[in-house]
Nanobody, 122 residues
Framework: QLQLVESGGGSVQAGGSLRLSCATSRSLSGYCRGWFRQSPGKAREGVALLYGRGHPLYGGRVRGRFTITEDNAKNILYLQMDSLKPEDTATYYC?????????????????WGQGTQVTVSS
């Protein structure tokens, strides 16, 4: 089982930026890996995924504002979040190891981090 530990969450004003990190116990390059988020009372939402040799997929609400990258030498997955909006407020989770690799299928991911809170104020 992969160990995933997120960091980098915090509070920021609308229009600001944050970078989330997900430190992993080993390289994720052979896995589908990415980020999901969830707000209280709302369904989990796929934010961004990497599949294969680093091909990105983005959810419609973050495309053009968020960027998913990874550092294979350090075994870290990143989510750069720019132009943040209040509706981006959520707990963000790193996830890996899914046979379907779909933003719509969070339940297919086997390994999850504990989450990091992002709060965007207007």
């Amino acid at each position: 089982q992969l160990q995933l530990v997120e960091s980098g969450g915090g509070s920021v004003q609308a229009g600001g930026s944050l970078r989330l990190s997900c430190a992993t116990s080993r390289s994720l390059s052979g896995y589908c890996r990415g980020w999901f988020r969830q707000s209280p009372g709302k369904a989990r939402e796929g934010v961004a995924l990497l599949y294969g040799r680093g091909h990105p997929l983005y959810g419609g609400r973050v495309r053009g504002r968020f960027t998913i990258t990874e550092d294979n030498a350090k075994n870290i997955l990143y989510l750069q979040m720019d132009s943040l909006k209040p509706e981006d407020t959520a707990t963000y989770y790193c996830a890996a190891n899914s046979p379907t690799c779909s933003l719509m299928s969070g339940a297919d991911f086997d390994d999850w981090g504990q989450g990091t809170q992002v709060t965007v104020s207007s």
